[in-house]
């Protein structure tokens, strides 16, 4: 079946500006998870959906950063004001289960400039 | 708190070698897994295996083949006749009962296979 996947694959933006990273799991995967890579800062967990509940958001960096996951699927990751430290790729993960192997999307690369 | 540490940062082996690539970690809890991913120069993250904390058995998958050993708090990845496909950055991660289920990534190996 289909993978994870994460759309759009490349964002630019202007510091300031609001972005939405959209991720659409693997069919049937309750669990979902948002990671950041960077360079500085190597593979970061940012949130973890279980069903529509965040019952872990300790990753979000700061408030500017939020996340909603709708009908058990699709979520959303928002970045409100975007600074120049947020550029990095947003790696989406998702798991059948938690503690199950999580599969992740091929990201999407934001670039603040 | 948990860690995974690659001390390697960066391998290159000529086709046909054997490289074996170092996990090392930490976790105070008796249940955990781990998991070693690929990331190749596309970018995306391939898993590759996944072993829980009471499974102490080697793993054998083609050419890859994994050491578990909890007497030293190891997972190391083999790569026996490497390939230049094999090329790219490997990571080596950890979950357990402390962290729900979220994984924690060590920093990555680089592998580089020329011909």
């Known amino acids: 079946g289909a993978g994870v996947s994460q759309s759009p694959s490349n964002k630019v933006t202007e510091k300031g500006k609001d972005v939405e990273l959209r991720c659409d799991p693997i069919?049937?995967?309750?669990?979902l998870y948002w990671y950041r890579q960077s360079l500085g800062q190597g593979l970061e967990f940012l949130i973890y959906?279980?069903?529509?509940?965040?019952?872990?958001k300790s990753g979000l960096p700061s408030d500017r950063f939020s996340a909603e996951r709708t009908g058990g699927s699709v979520s959303t990751l928002t970045i409100q004001r975007t600074q120049q430290e947020d550029s990095a790729v947003y790696l989406c993960?998702?798991?059948?289960?938690?503690?199950?192997?999580?599969?992740f999307g091929p990201g999407t690369r934001l670039t603040v400039l | 708190a948990q860690k995974v540490t690659q001390a390697q940062t960066e391998i290159s082996v000529v086709e046909k070698e054997d490289v074996t690539l170092d996990c090392v970690y930490e976790?105070?809890?008796?249940?955990?897994?781990l998991f070693w991913y690929k990331q190749p120069p596309s970018g995306e993250l391939v898993f590759l295996i996944r072993?829980?904390?009471?499974?102490?058995q080697n793993e054998i998958s083609g050419r890859y083949s994994w050491n578990f050993q909890k007497s030293t708090s190891s997972f190391n990845f083999t790569i026996t006749a490497s390939q230049v496909v094999d090329s790219a950055v490997y990571f080596c991660?950890?979950?357990?009962?402390?962290?729900?289920?979220?994984?924690?990534f060590g920093t990555g190996t680089r592998l580089q296979v020329t011909l």
């Open positions: 976790t105070r809890d008796t249940t955990y897994y």
């Open positions: 991660a950890l979950v357990d009962t402390g962290t729900a289920s979220k994984l924690t």
């Open positions: 072993r829980n904390s009471f499974d102490e």
């Open positions: 959906f279980q069903g529509n509940s965040a019952p872990d």
């Open positions: 993960a998702s798991s059948l289960e938690e503690w199950s192997t999580q599969y």
């Open positions: 069919s049937g995967h309750t669990a």
